[in-house]
């Protein structure tokens, strides 16, 4: 079910009331749960079984666990089990195709058969969600939970099942547990925040995607100027896509009384890659912070193995986004740029003493390079953009040149957000709000597509 | 790494963070707007449609273009000729479709090119309905296409009409998905036309505007264009296949065909006959020209028979008909798109054997 649909606002119309009755009763995380198996069946009702198979093994595996002497093995059994269900459904098909390639290229003829099952929606989101709960039962970070109502809505409570963000046990299991109250303010907070999102998704993403869709669908009959715009427009585009996503979940939460983790904090303004990643998908990022970097060691060994961690944590982050070359290659690029900039910053060099702005513009230029294999077909076609980028002729781009209107203005509203000063309070005047609020609301009604999009995170 | 940090809850400042006055106000002055937006003039009626004009292929869901199209066509075009793509002209550029061929033959600016593309009857039926009112009482031609009465191409009920068309309910119906898709799109599609708001959902559909599209292919003009103009340009842009049908290896069609009793599109196509007369327009049918050519015997055979039986149920209720003669093989570009001279051949027989009703001279007399 998608967030800006007339079925979802006829299934919050539903769910909300329903909620606010049953909020203070032992009932509140049955509803919950019934409503997000709902939202989730809407899809497809087959692999809602998935999300139930796994919601019991990780219950009563990680129960087990925290009694049991043996908790790595149990631990290893929890990790099995997602990371085996990620595997079949996601990479089977990817693994499979390249052992054959690879085969064949040492001479061996036989072809293993190709499956290529039906990527479940929001697999890579839930199933990280399950393994961080079951690795801080392990580490102690917080209890098992022993309620199997609350442990399986905490998985997949529907405002951040499919595309997150991402929640940490210890930051929604305890409110699963209290019944928040829904204020008024919450409720009104709630909705802004959803009608921020939507005009993120549908005025602005859905738009850009119209432009980028159309270069990179055949990049090979656009020249430099066209590229350029088409790659500088999907950075926007998925910023706009995700962070619209991710503003509509929390909003529906926030009017339910609950809290998800912030998952974007004006990325485009970094002024160095960790600080990108600091603020870019947030709840993933913290997510291979706590689970992938840290444990492989951090920054706390010698330099040569701090190195290999940033690398390895960033090829893994692209493996995680698609099973393809082009993710693993655009994890690559990151992790590169990451290891550049850590050695960069360790040398009283001109780069580390150059003004933010230019910073910022360096961090931004680099994120949207990188953004041309995570959007490319392959990565044959990413090579191809680059190389037609600095070789092709410059002919005219075709570029709507409205499009730089509301690119612009989020641009302008991002370093104006950044300030303390009379430029920042003039957005929260009254009049600006309601001004704002009821433009996006014209706006979405009587201009932009009425077609719904999909997100481009579903697909993870 | 190390670097990133979360940040809590309450430490987040929104970009847009409004109060319930700030909500109330917002919301009544949304509503105060959207009421008024249908009564503002910034769309100039075009003094003149232009002639051959035709809905650009890409804005063939964009049924507010239509309903300006047609409404603006009934004031200037004596005849509108209302159908799907083969009235359209799937197959032929816009200066060589059956309107352009009978203004040519006329040599007046007699008939109006109001068929879209992929309109089988019972997404017609509810085009005519819900967005085309200004052709009541004008004399409409309109092509029934058997193509949508083969086996291969039959709709359950209702289920095509959404499976291709959904903005055709009205406007203010918005996407669905996922299994039940059908269900609520129906139950939302009944509830609509019931609805009080009908009227004024028709009336902000109108005022929709959509320059985005359009931005893409003219990049460096004004948007106030696209919203001003009455009309977006005809143009021949979409791929067209324009060469005959047998130049390409094709196997002879084997196909059955739907009884008119079970078909839902002649159910459909009924409906509009029924709609058209309600509306006091005067009619003329035009059934086919299929290419026949293209089937095999039995396919052939029961075309035949198919044919017999629809121009006996029209014949029945004295609708006026016309089953045009089988054009020449070379003049088809597919099962039933004409290519331009099987349309001009088309003109030609229809003025021939219809010459009263074409030319208006039955209400005259």
Redesign the interface.
Known sequence: MLFHSVDFLVFFAIVFPVHLLLRRTRFMNGWLLLSSYFFYAWWNPVYLLLIIGTTLVDFYVVRTMELSPRKKLWLCLSLLSNLGALAFFKYIRFFTQNLNGLLSFVGVHTALPVLDPVLPLGISFFTFQSISYAIDVYRGDFPAEQNLLRYATYVSFFPQMISGPICRAGSLIPQLRSAPPVSVSAFTSGASLFLTGLFKKVALADYLGMYVDRIYGAPENFQSPALIMATFSFAWQIYFDFSGYTDMARGVARAMGFHLTRNFNAPYTASDLGDFWGRWNITVSMWFRDYVYIPLGGSRQDRFKTVRNVFLTMITSGIWHGASWSFILWGAVHGIGRMATRELSFLNSAVSRMPLAVQRAGVFLFVTFAWIFFRARSVGDGCMIVLRMFSSGWADPRFPVILLIPIAVVWTYQIIDAMEGPARRFWDVAPVRIGLAVLMILYLALVSQSSAQTFIYFNF | ???????R?DQ?????????R??L??AL??LV??AA?PSIPFRPRAPRVERDYRIPFALSSRYDVYRRYTTLAADQFATLLVGDSVVWGQCSLKTDTLAHHLNELTKQPRFANCGLDGMHPIALADLLEFHAPAIARTRVLVQFDPLWMMEELRAEKGHVTLYNRP?LVPRL????????RET?SLS?SHLMRNSPLKDWGER?AD???????W??DH??ES?LRAISSTLPPSEDLHRQRLVRWDEHPTLPMDSSWSSPDESEQWKAFRRILSLLERRGNRVLVVLGPMNEHMMDIPTRTAYGKLKAALLADLAKDGVRVFAPSLLDSAHYADICHPLGPGYDSLARELLLKESAWMLGLDETR
Do not use: K
């Not at chain 2, 987040?12 to 319930?20: C, D, F, G, V």
């Open positions: 790494m190390e670097s990133m940090q979360a940040t809850p987040e400042r929104l970009a847009l963070n409004l109060s319930l700030d909500w106000v917002v002055l949304v707007l959207l937006a903005d119906a918005a996407h669905f998905t996922g299994p039940f609520a939302w902000l005022t929709r505007v959509d320059f985005l599209a931005s893409l990049p460096y948007p």
